[in-house]
């Protein structure tokens, strides 16, 4: 019974993941080029965002972090055992804290907020809770 | 040890690493935070003299890196670089005079020109004004950038510097000046005045040329040593 549950978690988080990417992906590509993501429900947050310093990190766009981050989340959802358990776990944090920290910026530095940040915010958190929950359910138990 | 007990002892100390992966995130969001604040600390609530600035160009229009009535008849230049320490003297103590005297009046009207030749550093401060003036605010950007000019080539022109700088001017758009700041075109401007500058002959900032219906084009001034001096340039080219 507990394996299935953990089954179950997994099966959520690699769905979850695998839309993370898909958000990442898409910020990244809209980024490229000078441009920035399209808020869907109209407004500029999503251009103020992506034209803020906090946007890149290193030069980097900081959506190319966020595809590695759940393309790792994916491939730990994916596996079994405590290796996967706590990869998913540690991965998870760290980007939940980081989301934690882009939606302060988002808040009280850039003063705009972008949908799909948040977006991505929701995912990570749901990611955490999941990996959370599997690590404190099921590491140390067999597979 | 049994296998059970192995398996509760690996279980117990798995738990005790993600306890501390917690307590590490929690203090490494903590401390990110606090950084950022600290490195942002310089930011619009830090920023001086932003009422001075305002008062000092209110009700005075402002057109691109023009100062003044568009239709005034003289054009008075300055030709600066917004790291200079003397530039920063003359925008306290010289210009303002002349603000009050000639520019609020509409007999003339000042426009800033890039002369950079601090360091690299003067280029994207030049662009950032610049990109300020599309949206009305060049001169309450230059102006306050002077009276929060750091030490010459020290490293302060920071993007998170020059973005307090824009929003204590008032750029209404902090993404499309953060835009036009970083555009070819604005970057070209900022070089091709500082170019003309060197066609003109000046070897130093800030200085200053005036145009009006009593000169031939643009007349130099070089570097005037007070508003007087400025004022009567004005008068002989109106």
Same mark, same amino acid.
């Given at each position: 019974?507990?394996?299935?549950? *953990?089954?179950?978690?997994?099966?959520? !988080?690699?769905?979850?993941?695998?839309?993370?990417?898909?958000?990442?992906?898409?910020?990244?590509?809209?980024?490229?080029g000078?441009?920035?993501? @399209?808020?869907?429900?109209?407004?500029?947050?999503? *251009?103020?965002?992506?034209?803020?310093?906090?946007?890149?990190?290193?030069?980097?766009?900081?959506? @190319?972090?966020?595809?590695?981050?759940? !393309?790792?989340?994916?491939?730990?959802?994916?596996?079994?055992?405590?290796?996967?358990?706590? !990869?998913?776990?540690?991965?998870?944090?760290?980007?939940?804290?980081?989301? @934690?920290?882009?939606?302060?910026?988002?808040?009280?530095?850039? *003063?705009?907020?972008c949908?799909?940040?948040?977006?991505?915010?929701?995912?990570?958190?749901?990611?955490?809770?999941?990996?959370?929950?599997?690590?404190?359910?099921?590491?140390?138990?067999?597979? | 040890?049994?296998?059970?007990? &192995?398996?509760? &002892?690996?279980?117990?100390?798995?738990?005790?690493?993600?306890?501390?992966?917690?307590?590490?995130?929690?203090?490494?969001?903590?401390?990110?935070i606090?950084?950022?604040?600290?490195?942002? %600390?310089?930011?619009d609530?830090?920023?001086?003299?932003?009422?001075?600035?305002?008062?000092?160009?209110?009700?005075?229009p402002?057109?691109?890196?023009?100062?003044?009535?568009?239709?005034?008849?003289?054009?008075?230049?300055?030709?600066?670089?917004?790291?200079?320490?003397?530039?920063?003297?003359?925008?306290? &103590?010289?210009v303002?005079?002349?603000?009050?005297s000639?520019?609020? %009046?509409?007999?003339?009207?000042?426009e800033f020109?890039?002369?950079?030749?601090?360091s690299?550093?003067?280029?994207?401060?030049?662009?950032?004004?610049?990109?300020?003036?599309e949206?009305?605010?060049?001169?309450?950007?230059?102006?306050?950038?002077y009276?929060?000019?750091?030490?010459?080539? %020290?490293?302060y022109?920071?993007?998170?510097?020059?973005?307090?700088?824009?929003?204590?001017?008032?750029?209404?758009?902090?993404?499309?000046?953060?835009?036009?700041?970083?555009?070819?075109?604005?970057?070209?401007l900022?070089?091709? /005045? /500082? &170019?003309?500058?060197?066609?003109?002959?000046? /070897?130093? /900032?800030?200085?200053?040329?005036?145009?009006?219906?009593?000169? %031939?084009?643009?007349?130099?001034?070089?570097?005037?040593?007070?508003?007087?001096?400025?004022?009567d340039?004005?008068?002989?080219?109106?």
């Open positions: 019974m507990k394996a299935s549950a *953990e089954g179950t978690l997994r099966m959520v !988080a690699t769905f979850i993941a695998a839309f993370g990417v898909g958000v990442a992906v898409y910020i990244t590509i809209a980024d490229s000078g441009g920035s993501p @399209v808020c869907l429900a109209g407004g500029r947050g999503c *251009e103020t965002v992506a034209d803020s310093t906090y946007s890149h990190l290193l030069g980097v766009n900081i959506a @190319v972090f966020g595809i590695l981050g759940y !393309a790792l989340l994916l491939a730990a959802a994916l596996l079994r055992g405590d290796t996967a358990r706590m !990869a998913g776990f540690c991965l998870s944090l760290v980007g939940f804290g980081y989301s @934690v920290y882009l939606t302060y910026l988002e808040l009280f530095k850039i *003063e705009a907020v949908q799909w940040c948040v977006a991505s915010a929701v995912l990570m958190t749901l990611l955490f809770g999941l990996n959370a929950v599997r690590m404190v359910r099921f590491v140390g138990k067999p597979a | 040890m049994s296998g059970e007990g &192995e398996r509760q &002892e690996r279980r117990r100390r798995l738990l005790q690493l993600a306890s501390a992966a917690v307590f590490l995130a929690i203090v490494g969001v903590a401390v990110l606090v950084v950022n604040q600290s490195q942002t %600390s310089g930011g609530s830090k920023l001086e003299d932003v009422g001075l600035v305002r008062s000092q160009l209110d009700g005075i402002q057109n691109g890196m023009v100062l003044g009535d568009p239709k005034a008849k003289v054009r008075l230049v300055e030709f600066g670089d917004l790291q200079c320490s003397v530039c920063k003297a003359f925008s306290e &103590e010289i303002p005079a002349v603000i009050d000639k520019v609020r %009046s509409g007999e003339a009207k000042i020109r890039n002369y950079t030749i601090i690299e550093e003067s280029i994207p401060a030049g662009a950032a004004a610049i990109a300020a003036g949206q009305g605010g060049g001169w309450s950007f230059i102006e306050l950038f009276r929060n000019q750091g030490a010459e080539a %020290s490293g022109v920071t993007d998170d510097f020059l973005t307090a700088i824009a929003r204590g001017a008032g750029v209404p758009d902090i993404a499309k000046w953060n835009k036009a700041r970083r555009s070819k075109l604005t970057l070209g900022v070089r091709r /005045t /500082t &170019e003309e500058a060197k066609r003109l002959g000046f /070897t130093g /900032t800030p200085s200053f040329a005036v145009e009006g219906p009593r000169t %031939s084009g643009l007349e130099t001034l070089g570097t005037p040593g007070s508003a007087g001096e400025i004022e340039a004005i008068d002989a080219a109106s």
